[in-house]
Nanobody, 123 residues
Framework: QVQLVESGGGLVQAGGSLRLSCAASGSIFSINGMGWYRQAPGQQREVVATITSGGSTNYADSVKGRFTISRDNAKNTVYLQMNSLKPEDTAVYYC?????????????????WGQGTQVTVSS
């Protein structure tokens, strides 16, 4: 069964750091784009950062200069290093990936989401 499993969330004081990890497992042929999204209470889910298979990155303006997205293709894992955290960064963080899977009809790309991990930044 193909899935994304996240880890690394928690409670941290403002100014602190956390590192999120998201590992893809199962019968995966390859992985295209990967990204991190977040959803605060009462808010819509928003993109935080994305990274292509070639390593090109994009960030939301609110996290530029503080967060860094990276990936280890050998481990099918994407990371989000979060520094200088602010209370407004408090949210559930979700990993997303476009996974290429072998099927009986050939290769197909499916969009997968992780289960979410809570990040809470206290002031």
């Amino acid at each position: 069964q193909v899935q994304l499993v996240e880890s690394g969330g928690g409670l941290v004081q403002a100014g602190g750091s956390l590192r999120l990890s998201c590992a893809a497992s199962g019968s995966i042929f390859s992985i295209n784009g990967m990204g991190w999204y977040r959803q605060a209470p009462g808010q819509q889910r928003e993109v935080v950062a994305t990274i292509t298979s070639g390593g090109s990155t994009n960030y939301a303006d609110s996290v530029k200069g503080r967060f860094t997205i990276s990936r280890d293709n050998a481990k099918n894992t994407v990371y989000l290093q979060m520094n200088s955290l602010k209370p407004e960064d408090t949210a559930v963080y979700y990993c997303n990936a476009a996974l290429v899977v072998k099927t009986i009809t050939g290769l197909r790309v499916y969009d997968y989401w992780g289960q979410g991990t809570q990040v809470t930044v206290s002031s």
